[in-house]
C-alpha cells in the first residue's frame, strides 16, 4: 500500500506534466517545426532572389561557378535560420513563463557582445560578401594592391591568399580589399579542345 503523502505527490507530479509541462512542450514542437519550415520556405526565396547574379557571372569553370553559387546563398540562408530560431524560442521561453524583458535584455546582451567582439570579423565578412556580389575576384586573377601584388591562390570567407612572384603568400582581409584601388588582371579559361590525327 503506498502512503498517503506518496499518493500525494505523484498526483501532483502526475498533473503537472499532464496539465502543464505536456501541452507547453506540444505547443513548442509546433512552434519549432513552424519555423524549420519558414525557414525552408525562406532558403527557396533567397535562391530565386539571387538566381539574377548567379547566371549574370562571367565565364567561370564549373567548380568555381558552384563555389560562387553556395558561397552566394549560405551567408543570407544562415542569417534568415538564426533571426528565425531566435523568434521561436523567444515565443518558447515565454510560453514557459520566462518573462519578456528577461528575453529582451538577454538578447540585446548577447548581439551587442557579438557585434563588438566580431566587428572586424563582421567587416570582413561583408566586404567579402559585396565582393562575391559584385563578381570581383576568383582564383588565378593577378591583382595588384599598394603593398603587394601577385595571383589570387584562394578566396574565403574573410581574406584572400595571394600568391606573389617570389612564392611567398599574404593575407589580405577583405576589408583591406574593398578599402583600396585593386588593379586586376584576368586569366581567361579557354575550354580545352581535344584534336586527334586522322591517319
Known sequence: MVPTEVQVWLDGVVGWLRFWLLPRFGRALLIAFAAWLVARWMEGRW?????????AAR??????MLWRRVRLVTLPTTVTRILVSGVALWLIAEMFGVP?????????????????AG???LADLAAGYSSLIDDTLMRGDYIELPFAEGVVERVTWLSVFLRLDDGSFVIVPHRVVRGTAVKIRRQRSTPNIATTAGG
Open 47 to 55: 535562391h530565386a532572389w539571387l538566381r539574377p547574379l548567379i547566371i
Open 59 to 64: 565565364d567561370r569553370e564549373p567548380a568555381e
Open 100 to 116: 519578456r524583458l528577461a528575453v529582451l535584455w538577454a538578447a540585446a546582451t548577447v548581439t551587442l557582445s557579438v557585434l563588438w
Open 119 to 121: 566587428r572586424h570579423l
